[in-house]
């Protein structure tokens, strides 16, 4: 047998596989996990095999060290080398060949992801954790939409989900701004669902993760395609595919459980009462 993907040695990725959840840390806390290449490929790869993965029911995205990720290395922007070499056309070809493939690989996702927001979320670094499906983040979380401090646009998908989850107005202003928020200021915005001390962050994380796992797996993966289809078509064709998936969830050995379990619940309540 094949070793299992979360068992393997990452350049910059580090994974552990626990119950149902895989931990997905990036690794290069010396650049604030600033997005590299060989990060792109690897965080690209990992999600494909861990969506493939049924025992894989939710995974949890963070960062090494003090923050969750810097976005684009500027050390590498300075020198025009790694993912910011080239001319005009070569740069935008390492775009949609590089990290553009990762909203694409988020976008292809039925696995719920959790960001664990754990520091600073700068940047591409904001744009991956709006990615994801919920945001939890410590006191020492920050978040910013910096790109126009330095001259630059949100080339990685940013201007598609930031406006998504923080609405149009919102999304506007802080990419004209370029400003960096508090952990409290992006709870109030709903960026952040939830805000903890950083000693709960992981157990917090661990309990969601946990209740998201408790409810019917392929319900969860379907719900949450669900949804995201919603934000891009009319009620009409989320209708015809709610149909669809509801007749699939509906014979599934998952809901006649869930229905012994509810049966359960109310004949007991009725032997009360």
Not at 38 to 65: H, Y
Not at 222 to 227: E, F, G, L, T, V
């Amino acid at each position: 047998m094949s070793e299992k993907f979360y068992n393997k040695t990452y350049t910059e990725l580090l994974l552990e596989k626990e119950n149902h959840n895989l931990w997905l840390t990036l690794n290069n806390p010396k650049t604030s996990n600033a997005i590299s290449i060989e990060m792109v490929d690897e965080l690209v790869s990992v999600l494909a095999q861990a969506d493939m993965d049924s025992d894989i029911r939710c995974i949890i995205l963070t960062g090494a060290g003090k923050h969750f990720c810097a976005g684009g290395n500027v050390k590498d922007m300075v020198e025009q080398k790694g993912m910011f070499a080239g001319d005009s056309n070569e740069l935008r070809e390492r775009y949609k060949y590089g990290i553009q493939k990762i909203p694409m690989a988020f976008n292809q996702l039925s696995t719920p992801i959790i960001a664990m927001i754990n520091g600073a979320a700068i940047g591409a670094g904001l744009d991956m954790a709006c990615m994801c499906d919920i945001r939890i983040g410590s006191e020492h979380a920050k978040v910013g939409e910096t790109f126009t401090k330095i001259g630059l646009i949100p080339g990685d998908g940013g201007t598609y989900f930031l406006q998504r989850i923080v609405g149009f107005g919102k999304a506007m202003e802080m990419t004209l701004t370029a400003d960096i928020y508090s952990a409290d200021q992006a709870l109030k915005m709903g960026l952040l669902a939830k805000v903890v001390p950083s000693s709960k962050l992981k157990s917090t994380v661990a309990e969601l993760a946990t209740k998201i796992n408790s409810n019917a797996p392929i319900a969860i993966q379907m719900a949450k395609r669900a949804i995201t289809h919603a934000y891009r078509s009319d009620l009409y064709s989320n209708l015809e595919l709610l149909a669809s998936y509801q007749g699939i969830t509906q014979r599934t050995s998952d809901h006649y459980l869930a229905l012994e379990g509810v049966k359960e619940n109310v004949s007991n309540e009725f032997k009360h009462k």
